[in-house]
């Protein structure tokens, strides 16, 4: 059964490949595997790779040079749709996708940094997997203001994305907090890690387009599968 919440399958291999440069995986001057061979790896179609490849192109990512293949471009940096989420495998990488666990809407509980200007939030908690693993629990807060009501059909894999194709509104910068903390009592046995155990721990505050704080997240990693990575540059 298809997921209505995945992003297309060309721009999941698409944010896969950005991942993997900016991750040093893949480095400049690089050519990719033949076509034919790079698709069977990735389990798509030929025409769904050749997509998503056209697209890394246009972005400035890719060389594709007809009769020798595809190259990566030196100095290439392009922002995905996962520009802003710093967790990746130890080795580097992976697809980020996520398995929403619930959506409600309910009073913002004390100890949350301010954020919005209503009494209420929109509580979203999932599972966040990389390349395919669970690598951490996330708790994310939308001020109510930004919407009355929020059906988990309509959520997409990126919330970024969400709130700019939905909301009307565009995450610019996050700002983070990165410490120790204790897997939640929500957290369910795909995570991995119990609840009580030990994990990475950061807490974001989001801010928009117009300076404001629509949303403030919480997210719970694990730490012997995933790492906290912020390039500068």
């Not at 020798?68 to 520009?83: D, H």
């Not at 928009?208 to 704080?213: F, H, N, Q, R, W």
């Amino acid at each position: 059964m298809t997921d209505p919440t995945a992003l297309p399958k060309y721009v999941q291999t698409a944010e896969m490949l950005i991942r993997e440069i900016g991750a040093g995986r893949l480095i400049a001057g690089e050519r990719l595997a033949p076509e034919r061979e790079m698709a069977a790896g990735l389990g798509i179609s030929v025409g769904t790779l050749r997509k998503a490849l056209a697209d890394l192109e246009k972005r400035g990512l890719l060389d594709r040079v007809q009769g020798s293949g595809n190259y990566v471009r030196a100095g290439a940096e392009a922002a995905g749709v996962y520009a802003l989420f710093r967790l990746e495998l130890l080795e580097g990488g992976g697809l980020p996708t996520a398995d929403l666990l619930s959506v409600t809407r309910m009073a913002k509980p004390r100890g949350l940094p301010r954020f919005g200007s209503a009494a209420e939030g929109h509580r979203i908690r999932r599972l966040r997997r990389l390349g395919g693993l669970p690598a951490a629990v996330e708790e994310i807060w939308l001020d109510g203001d930004r919407a009355v009501q929020i059906a988990p059909e309509d959520l997409s894999e990126s919330l970024y994305l969400y709130y700019k194709s939905r909301l009307g509104f565009w995450i610019t910068r996050a700002e983070d907090a990165v410490s120790v903390g204790t897997v939640p009592d929500w957290a369910g046995p795909p995570f991995g890690l119990r609840p009580g155990a030990a994990c990475g721990y950061i807490e974001r505050t989001s801010h928009a387009t117009d300076g404001s704080v629509p949303e403030v997240s919480r997210t719970w990693f694990d730490h012997t599968r995933a790492a906290y990575v912020a390039r500068l540059k």
